[in-house]
């Protein structure tokens, strides 16, 4: 899973940045980093959601496999 870990280590850095940042209050530091993980979150939700469709689409048949190809999910 390279693009999940370079998208995981990118948010690693925004994070790390907003810890150290002193133009942001305290306050402010904590709202961004529960917003970030709260978005890293729903992220992991939707793509385990898009690999469970995935999954039964193929149980289904075989033959949708070139139309999720097609569409850029497989």
């Given at each position: 899973?390279?693009?999940?870990?370079?998208?995981k280590?990118?948010?690693?850095q925004?994070?790390?940045?907003?810890?150290?940042?002193?133009?942001?209050?305290?306050?402010?530091?904590?709202?961004?980093?529960?917003?970030?993980e709260?978005?890293?979150?729903?992220?992991?939700?939707?793509?385990?959601?898009?690999?469970?469709?995935?999954?039964?689409?193929?149980?289904?048949?075989?033959?949708?496999?070139?139309?999720?190809?097609?569409?850029?999910?497989?």
């Amino acid at each position: 899973m390279p693009h999940h870990n370079k998208r995981k280590e990118k948010l690693e850095q925004l994070k790390e940045a907003i810890k150290n940042s002193p133009h942001l209050t305290e306050e402010e530091k904590s709202n961004a980093l529960a917003h970030i993980e709260e978005w890293y979150l729903e992220d992991q939700a939707d793509k385990y959601f898009w690999d469970m469709v995935k999954a039964k689409l193929l149980d289904i048949s075989a033959k949708i496999e070139p139309i999720l190809a097609e569409l850029g999910l497989l």
